[in-house]
């Protein structure tokens, strides 16, 4: 369910334009330098399309230089959000040939038509390009968002198979491009101002449909599929035409496909029960909604979230649950001018929507993002620190004035309990697992079986009964 759809989407088109694609996957644990020999002595490929967030960043950086090192010649371009927020600190790289601004599925073939005719790659809008011998940079301008996303191909899938344990267990479907929200903590604003054309995208429910129906002929054993995008709320007109395609497409099978979606609480829909039937009815038995924060101040003022109160969101919560719906709440700790007293109200807030699963994280400043500027306005971190942005949102490095770093670290590990009580460790298996990965930085190298035995044998019981505001 998680391949990224960007890398995808570039691997696909150029595929489609007959050439070879390989996709590879790093880890840090991997020998990078030796993989990278063997897949370079192989296929001998021109071109490595790279792609990023912030916190990937370095270790990309790594892996451009692993390549550089074995063959200079081949061409090195980096993609994704990192890049096109950041191109000015991101192309000062040695070993990035070239950057893609913003959408690349256009600018990726033109330029490996160029490499491929013995070339000097030029003029190709989205692409700033380095001249090797002189440094120089050509920053081409952007093209307009790409508008019609049903003439986008479907991903090609099985580029991924060798990637992907159980092909069958659950697919994600790219639904749209862009958010209408304009949160300070998330890229999506910053991104919103990268070129001209509308941001928020919306695919044909047929199209969609489409696709779902390639994967599930493709794939016999699947039995989920994830429809991703921002929010489905922001167009209900839409969303229930979508809905109806889905129930339509699900009436001709004998065992139905279950979906998911991202759902923003929006007032059009807090305790609107005919928006839940359509769910229901086109087989949707799980919603992601991200609260954030349960601190309506920090939502309003810090995070630019769009505007509903706890009891609105509870009441949402409520109503899915009517409908045998599950939510997943996303939540955020550590954010700049968050309090304790703040992250007392989330655990509250988050306690009485009972979610069936929370989504934590510890805040990091996307640089690019609104609230990444504010961090340095306030001297909360040292942007030239190269650790921070790598722990993947489960470190916290930011001391806050009422919520130090030590704090918001301890929270993170026992926010489930403070959500749940003990149901937390002992019922939900990932949950644990969660916490037990987690628990690598706190009690060393356990196993998820080893720390329930620890919690059983009550040995970290004086921190779980810590008195709690």
């Not at 890049?83 to 913003?102: K, M, V, Y």
């Not at 695919?203 to 699947?222: C, D, F, H, Q, Y």
């Not at 038995?285 to 969101?313: A, C, F, H, M, W």
């Not at 004035?401 to 002992?426: C, H, W, Y």
Request: charged fraction near 25%; proline fraction near 5%.
């Amino acid at each position: 369910m998680s391949i990224p759809f960007g890398i995808s989407f570039i691997a696909t088109v150029l595929k489609k334009h007959d050439y070879n694609v390989h996709i590879l996957v790093f880890t840090p644990q991997m020998n990078i330098e030796g993989i990278l020999q063997e897949f370079i002595n192989t296929y001998h490929p021109s071109l490595f399309c790279l792609t990023a967030t912030s916190s990937q960043f370095h270790f990309m950086k790594r892996v451009a230089a692993s390549i550089k090192k074995i063959d200079n010649e081949i061409f090195t371009i980096l993609g994704g959000i990192h890049a096109s927020l950041n191109p000015e600190d991101t192309i000062q790289c040695r070993d990035f040939d070239g950057l893609c601004i913003g959408e690349g599925e256009k600018a990726i073939i033109e330029l490996a038509h160029c490499l491929e005719l013995g070339k000097k790659p030029s003029s190709i809008p989205n692409l700033w390009i380095k001249d090797i011998e002189t440094g120089a940079i050509e920053k081409n301008p952007p093209d307009d968002f790409f508008q019609d996303l049903d003439k986008l191909p479907f991903i090609d899938r099985t580029l991924w198979h060798i990637w992907i344990n159980d092909p069958d267990r659950c697919f994600s479907v790219l639904i749209g491009r862009g958010c209408p929200n304009k949160c300070s903590f998330c890229s999506n604003h910053a991104l919103s101002r990268v070129t001209k054309g509308k941001y928020v995208r919306l695919r044909a429910p047929e199209n969609i449909v489409k696709e779902i129906t390639e994967i599930v002929g493709k794939n016999s054993k699947v039995s989920s599929i994830y429809l991703e995008v921002e929010t489905i709320s922001v167009n209900l007109q839409y969303a229930y035409n979508l809905f109806n395609c889905l129930r339509k497409f699900n009436e001709n099978r004998n065992i139905p496909i279950e979906f998911g979606i991202n759902v923003s609480p929006l007032k059009k829909i807090i305790e609107n029960e005919d928006f839940f039937i359509h769910l229901k009815e086109a087989n949707f038995t799980s919603i992601n909604i991200g609260l954030e924060s349960g601190s309506e101040r920090v939502r309003k003022e810090i995070l630019r979230r769009p505007q509903y109160k706890n009891e609105d969101i509870i009441s949402f919560c409520a109503l899915a649950r009517k409908y045998g719906i599950k939510v997943m709440v996303n939540v955020l700790v550590g954010i700049p001018g968050e309090t304790i007293d703040d992250f007392h109200e989330t655990v509250v807030c988050v306690r009485k929507c009972y979610p069936d699963n929370i989504q934590l994280s510890i805040f990091e400043p996307y640089p690019g993002t609104d609230l990444y500027t504010s961090c340095i306005e306030q001297g909360l971190f040292d942007p030239e620190n190269p650790e921070i942005m790598q722990s993947e949102r489960c470190r916290a490095f930011i001391d806050l004035p009422d919520f130090s770093k030590k704090k918001i670290q301890f929270e993170f590990f026992l926010f489930n309990f403070r959500v749940e009580g003990f149901r937390a460790f002992f019922i939900s298996g990932s949950r644990a697992l969660m916490i037990a990965t987690f628990s690598d930085r706190v009690f060393g190298r356990l196993s998820p079986v080893q720390l329930l035995q620890k919690i059983r044998q009550k040995r970290i019981g004086k921190m779980c009964l810590l008195d709690f505001k």
